[in-house]
């Protein structure tokens, strides 16, 4: 039964004019007429009286008419809710995001989306596992590293270069791997499936196949198995910044690039229609890591500024 039909019996019932409700649909009275006939037809019952010179409810059409207008009141309240749901940012927000990114940049940055969109709730899953879409409910999902190729949409939200890494602990026993060849002598801290590590240096290019002393889908964990000195971890260097300033971690393999174009995605399913809510954090967590990399570089000038002087 189509919503237009119901439509056109509630205004014809109050209106009792056909040409009237025509000029209101853009359709002819005669057009009016049929689907008020195909509606008495489907519901087997007469709905009005009708002569060359007017037309009247019948006590059947009185029935109708007070359950048609509750539903199409409550269909217009559904209608609009979808309409301003779908027109602006509000809802609720679905992320999932990589563990340690949550502790230093995931945080601080949700907090604050969330004083600037009031009307989305979020709720914020960290975990390394790589979910999927659609079955696991997330609407976007911030990944780190390279992108396998997918049907998903990605959005570069900013570099996050791959460094080598162990504890100085670590390196005084078993030594620090000189050449990517090195580490199929060496334990290694291997995050998922990532038991290839993929090198370059200059024009060359070497895959190495790692000997995994720890896997784990989490990269704290793995970080924390690193200081403590059990291998060698290939993670992103905003992971392991804090470490790697205080010196608990070391950076090997210099020479070599681990991964300088990966970087830090926003994943969500492909869908012509973005909502607002979704729109609007994919545009402020750009913006955000955008901010972050500006005040990185203006405290890195400051400081060197400052020793030249």
């Not at 393999?253 to 973005?274: C, E, F, K, M, Q």
């Amino acid at each position: 039964m189509d919503i237009q039909d119901l439509k056109i019996f509630a205004r014809v019932a109050r209106v009792q004019n056909l040409s009237a409700v025509g000029a209101e649909f853009d359709l002819s009275a005669g057009t009016i007429s049929k689907r008020l006939q195909a509606l008495e037809a489907a519901l087997s019952v007469r709905l009005f009286d009708r002569t060359t010179r007017s037309i009247s409810m019948t006590e059947e059409g009185e029935m109708l008419l007070a359950s048609v207008e509750s539903v199409l009141k409550t269909l217009d309240y559904a209608f609009e809710n979808v309409k301003t749901h779908v027109e602006q940012p509000r809802g609720k927000l679905r992320i999932s995001a990589p563990n340690s990114l949550g502790r230093g940049v995931i945080a601080p940055a949700i907090c604050a989306f969330m004083v600037l969109y009031p009307e989305i709730d979020v709720q914020v899953d960290l975990t390394d596992r790589i979910v999927t879409f659609p079955d696991s409910g997330y609407d976007v999902a911030i990944r780190t590293g390279h992108l396998a190729d997918s049907s998903l949409i990605a959005k570069r939200l900013a570099p996050d270069p791959q460094v080598i890494v162990a504890s100085p602990d670590y390196i005084a026993i078993h030594g620090a791997p000189r050449s990517p060849e090195d580490l199929a002598f060496h334990s290694c801290l291997v995050l998922g499936d990532e038991l290839q590590w993929a090198f370059k240096r200059g024009e060359q290019s070497v895959d190495v196949r790692v000997r995994a002393r720890m896997r784990s889908d989490s990269g704290e964990l793995l970080r924390h198995a690193a200081v403590e000195g059990l291998g060698v971890l290939r993670l992103s260097r905003a992971r392991v910044a804090d470490a790697l300033a205080s010196g608990t971690l070391a950076e090997v393999l210099t020479g070599y690039d681990a991964g300088l174009d990966s970087a830090i995605w926003a994943v969500y399913p492909s869908n012509r229609h973005v909502l607002p809510k979704l729109r609007v954090f994919l545009e402020f967590m750009s913006d955000w890591y955008k901010d972050c990399r500006k005040s990185v570089a203006g405290d890195f000038d400051r400081e060197h500024s400052s020793l030249l002087s």
